[in-house]
């Protein structure tokens, strides 16, 4: 077999991942209302009891016959322009869901796996994220697991508790920085997903 064709392996790998994050990304899309999406109206919450009145008479005469102009301006001024802001955001969200779905429903039949045949190499080549949907993500990698290892071997991974075990190890190199130690470093991490697929990669043999 020519080392650059795709085994049922890589297929079913393929497939299964493309397929799962199709359906979250429809059911995402499907939550797409454009005219009742949800927006918040700045002129919203706005509260007399909230208003802080002036003691001095003249000032606070002056705040009540000002505050109708205010709350009008805000109306006519803010409100269009941050619901057309809002609009546009919902429509780029939308947009890049969409290229994100065509990624997904891409044909596989001509498809060029990676050379490096680990868990790690085939999830980048296939340009799988390692935060949105993050349980379709989970479930990817445990039945990726199970078709190239075997349904033994995956289960002994156990994949939540390893991945609770990576996130309280980030979080316990960063306690003195959030707990305000003076001069504690930072450190910044790879989301738990994508180290615990390096880990297994090193860990398990290559499956081909």
């Known amino acids: 077999m020519n080392k650059n064709t795709p085994d049922e392996i890589e297929l079913k790998c393929c497939s299964y991942a493309n397929s799962t994050k199709k359906l979250c990304i429809e059911k995402e899309l499907n939550e797409f209302k454009i005219l009742k999406v949800p927006f918040e109206n700045p002129a919203e919450g706005i509260s007399l009891k909230e208003i802080e009145w002036n003691k001095n008479i003249i000032k606070r005469i002056l705040q009540v016959?000002?505050?109708p102009l205010i709350l009008l301006l805000t109306h006519i001024i803010a409100v269009?322009?941050?619901y057309i802001l809002h609009l546009l955001n919902t429509w780029i969200e939308k947009r890049d869901l969409k290229k994100s779905l065509n990624k997904h429903t891409m044909?596989?039949?001509?498809?060029?796996?990676?050379r490096c045949k680990t868990i790690f190499e085939l999830w980048n080549y296939l340009e799988l994220d390692y935060?949105?949907?993050?349980?379709a993500l989970k479930n990817i990698l445990n039945e990726w697991?199970?078709?190239i290892y075997g349904e033994e071997i995956?289960?002994?991974?156990?994949?939540?508790s390893r991945l609770k075990e990576i996130?309280?190890?980030?979080?316990?190199?960063?306690?003195?920085?959030?707990d305000g130690v003076p001069g504690a470093p930072h450190f910044t991490f790879a989301s738990p997903l994508e180290t615990l697929i390096r880990n297994l990669s090193d860990e398990l043999p290559n499956y081909r």
Request: no cysteine; hydrophobic share 30%; net charge negative.
């Open 107 to 114: 044909d596989i039949s001509n498809w060029q796996p990676p």
């Open 145 to 147: 697991l199970t078709i």
């Open 167 to 178: 996130a309280e190890s980030h979080s316990k190199a960063n306690k003195d920085y959030y």
């Open 80 to 82: 269009p322009f941050v």
């Open 154 to 160: 995956s289960q002994n991974i156990e994949i939540d």
């Open 65 to 67: 016959l000002f505050l």
């Open 131 to 135: 935060s949105d949907h993050y349980d």
